[in-house]
């Protein structure tokens, strides 16, 4: 019929093996392991410049 759209086809869905989502997240928190600990690095440099005992 002209007057209906065509239905696309259904994209195959990605499909991930175990060890692949192990890996993504090793990544993931590895990542955000990284970015507290150089937060906290920032953190301990800013208290010793402003709050030295002496």
């Given at each position: 019929?002209?007057?209906?759209?065509?239905?696309?086809?259904?994209q195959?869905?990605?499909?991930?093996?175990?060890?692949?989502?192990?890996?993504?997240?090793?990544?993931?928190?590895?990542?955000?392991?990284?970015?507290?600990?150089?937060?906290?690095?920032?953190?301990?440099?800013?208290?010793?410049?402003?709050?030295?005992?002496?």
């Amino acid at each position: 019929m002209p007057g209906k759209k065509t239905r696309k086809k259904a994209q195959p869905s990605c499909v991930r093996t175990p060890a692949e989502l192990e890996v993504e997240c090793a990544t993931q928190l590895r990542r955000i392991g990284d970015k507290l600990n150089f937060r906290q690095k920032l953190l301990n440099l800013i208290a010793k410049l402003f709050c030295s005992g002496t």
